[in-house]
């Protein structure tokens, strides 16, 4: 019962490995898909070849037909300008005729995808079917963008209408260590933890920006401290200060 199981094991896992790469860790354990990367590749050219010979031996018959026909029609209404060779020649061209037919493209595409996914498993880098893992791909940014807008939307309704800074000092922003906090309704770009601010009339560097709920709305806080050590000011941004608080830090 345990070799029979493993048995259908196998071909599911064969069958999984065409799905993207990404997936492959949400699948059951017992599916040992990495294993199975390169039957499934060897697998898929086999079928390449199932689909494609069939389908190339029936077109080059029909080839070899139509230019026989033709060199008979051409001989029984004695047709000066035929050509027998142009006519055979290009049935002798049905390889590449073949791969034009849409048996001939899932053919090439089968083979193709095939030997690069055994060629990647054999190398310890399998892959799953390129088609399948660039819809996957483009679904996910879709639905990501998705969720980024719907997020996005909902943090604006709870942040409410742009309005201007406020400045606060630490203490009354719960905040102590800190000479003041810049209360901001929108999260503002590249103010991130350890970034220099730079203003008219001094240098700060930013702590750890905080979100709280103020009056029902969404606010981040930037706690702010003057700058005075000599560290190496890798990162910064300018930022005027509310005339309030310039009055504030002169006094």
């Known amino acids: 019962m345990t070799a029979l199981f493993r048995a259908a094991a196998l071909v599911v896992a064969v069958?999984?490995?065409?799905?993207?790469?990404?997936?492959?860790i949400h699948l059951p354990a017992w599916l040992e898909i990495e294993s199975a990367a390169l039957v499934s590749g060897i697998g898929t050219v086999f079928?390449?070849?199932?689909?494609?010979?069939?389908g190339f031996l029936a077109h080059a018959a029909a080839a070899a037909s139509l230019a026989n026909e033709t060199m008979i029609k051409a001989e029984m209404h004695r047709i000066k300008d035929y050509n027998g060779a142009l006519t055979q020649g290009f049935s002798g061209l049905?390889?590449?005729?073949?791969?034009?037919?849409?048996?001939?493209?899932v053919t090439?595409?089968?083979?193709?995808?095939?030997?690069?996914?055994?060629?990647?498993?054999?190398?310890d880098d399998p892959v799953g079917d390129p088609i399948l893992t660039g819809m996957d791909t483009f679904f996910l940014r879709l639905w990501q963008r998705g969720e980024t807008g719907l997020s996005r939307q909902a943090r604006r309704?709870?942040?409410g209408p742009d309005t201007a800074d406020?400045?606060?000092?630490?203490?009354?922003?719960?905040?102590?260590?800190c000479d003041f906090v810049v209360i901001s309704t929108r999260r503002k770009p590249g103010w991130d933890r350890g970034v220099a601010v730079l203003t008219r009339t001094a240098c700060y560097r930013i702590a750890e920006p905080v979100e709280r709920t103020?009056?029902?709305?969404?606010?981040?806080?930037y706690p702010l401290s003057e700058h005075r050590d000599l560290e190496v000011i890798r990162r910064s941004v300018h930022y005027d200060?509310?005339?309030s608080a310039r009055s504030e830090r002169r006094d």
């Open 47 to 54: 079928v390449a070849a199932a689909v494609g010979i069939p």
């Open 241 to 243: 200060l509310p005339v």
């Open 15 to 24: 069958f999984a490995a065409v799905l993207p790469h990404r997936l492959w």
């Open 157 to 159: 309704l709870r942040e």
């Open 94 to 105: 049905s390889i590449f005729t073949f791969m034009l037919t849409p048996v001939g493209l």
């Open 166 to 177: 406020r400045i606060v000092s630490g203490s009354e922003a719960g905040i102590p260590d």
């Open 214 to 221: 103020i009056g029902g709305r969404l606010r981040t806080l």
């Open 108 to 123: 090439m595409y089968l083979a193709g995808t095939g030997t690069a996914r055994a060629i990647a498993a054999w190398f």
